[in-house]
């Protein structure tokens, strides 16, 4: 079976520290991979995704970066953390696309309070 | 522009009663639409989905959606709420393009009375 593991769960950060919150999904090959964003009160906004190594799409410009080295490995990343980047992150993954009938699955995602 | 909405953001319930929380969508075309639950600093988990056929969807935790064409919406069911059902709820559409992306709605909180 497939399974999605993310870390660090918990995160404390000093404002214009750089950030590296990790996902891998096991079980699975090529999958699409996603990173969204929960701050305290709103939704869920989609920051990047992508379908292939090396192919990262973003969706809102910001203060992070994303980059897939591997097939099932997706990084979020920073190198100067604001105030408001905190927040809760999920990482997701899909295979194919909704037409197949693929639904999108998450991680238990990351609370970072940048301090 | 493609959009899901959660009118409600906070809804309480009293232990027992029925439950429905409200999605609208906008989409040109036939839309795939979700239904997740978040407990508490938890990630999301899947109660029930909407691709095509049958209008009226069965989930796990005896939720159910049904989807209506007519008024754009997607609404959440359950007949007698139970007190672990306080969570907060997320309906979501398919987005643009091939990749399977997700637009959410803004989440409705719900609260159980004992």
């Known amino acids: 079976s497939q399974t999605i593991h993310q870390w660090p769960a918990t995160l404390v950060q000093p404002v214009g520290s750089p950030l590296s919150l990790e996902c891998t999904v096991e079980g699975t090959s090529n999958p699409n991979l996603y990173w969204y964003r929960q701050a305290a009160g709103r939704g869920l906004q989609l920051l990047f995704y992508?379908?292939?190594?090396?192919?990262i799409s973003s969706e809102v410009p910001q203060n992070l970066s994303a980059s897939r080295p591997q097939d099932r490995q997706f990084i979020l990343s920073s190198k100067k953390l604001l105030l408001s980047d905190s927040g809760f992150y999920l990482c997701?993954?899909?295979?194919?696309?909704?037409?197949?009938?693929?639904?999108?699955?998450f991680g238990e995602g990351s609370w970072l309070t940048v301090v | 522009a493609q959009s899901v909405t959660q009118p409600d953001i906070h809804i309480t319930v009293s232990e027992g009663a029925s439950l429905e929380l409200r999605c609208n969508y906008s989409y040109g075309a036939t839309p795939y639409l979700f239904w997740y639950v978040q407990s508490p600093g938890q990630g999301l988990q899947l109660l029930l989905k909407?691709?095509?056929?049958?209008?009226l969807v069965q989930g796990i935790k005896g939720f159910e959606a049904e989807f209506k064409r007519s008024q754009s919406s997607f609404n959440l069911r359950k007949p007698s709420v139970h007190w672990s059902d306080a969570a907060e709820y997320f309906c979501?559409?398919?987005?643009?393009?091939?990749?399977?992306?997700?637009?959410f709605g803004q989440g409705t909180t719900l609260q159980v009375k004992p």
């Open positions: 979501a559409g398919h987005g643009s393009g091939n990749t399977g992306k997700l637009i």
């Open positions: 992508s379908i292939g190594i090396d192919q």
């Open positions: 909407y691709f095509s056929g049958d209008t």
């Open positions: 997701a993954w899909n295979t194919g696309t909704f037409i197949s009938g693929n639904t999108i699955y």
